[in-house]
């Protein structure tokens, strides 16, 4: 089992950063895939970025390519998630999720096992 626990989230102005965090405990996280999910008030739960457990291959939603990185921290045990240049549509919950592994860009979120509580992130003038 791993446990996930997310943080970092706030509230910035559009143009602005923040990085979020996701530690993983009971077990190393450089053995697992790890995606950061977000959810849009009365919207489904989509997918922002994947890393996967080798670090090697990484995959961006096109909403924001360009604009955010995922990386990892095996010493820490820990998944970040730096986003830069934030729009109000980026406004949402963020979670992050694990699987054992296997890394599969097209993976739908059933197919990841452990989830964090996630961490609000609000993008407002």
């Known amino acids: 089992q791993v446990q996930l626990v997310e943080s970092g989230g706030g509230s910035v102005q559009p143009g602005g950063s923040l990085r979020l965090s996701c530690v993983a405990s009971?077990?190393?996280?450089?053995?697992?895939?790890v995606a950061w999910f977000r959810q849009a008030p009365g919207k489904e739960r989509e997918l922002a970025a994947i890393?996967?457990?080798?670090?090697?291959?990484?995959y961006y939603a096109d909403s924001v390519k360009g604009r955010f990185t995922i990386s990892r921290d095996n010493a820490k045990n820990t998944v970040y998630l730096q986003m830069n240049s934030l729009k109000p549509e980026d406004t949402a919950v963020y979670s992050c999720?694990?699987?054992?592994?296997?890394?599969?860009?097209?993976?739908?979120?059933?197919?990841?096992?452990?989830w964090g509580q996630g961490t609000q992130v609000t993008v407002s003038s």
């Open positions: 999720a694990a699987r054992y592994k296997y890394y599969d860009p097209h993976a739908g979120q059933n197919d990841y096992h452990y």
């Open positions: 009971g077990r190393t996280i450089s053995s697992y895939t």
């Open positions: 890393l996967s457990f080798s670090g090697g291959n990484t």
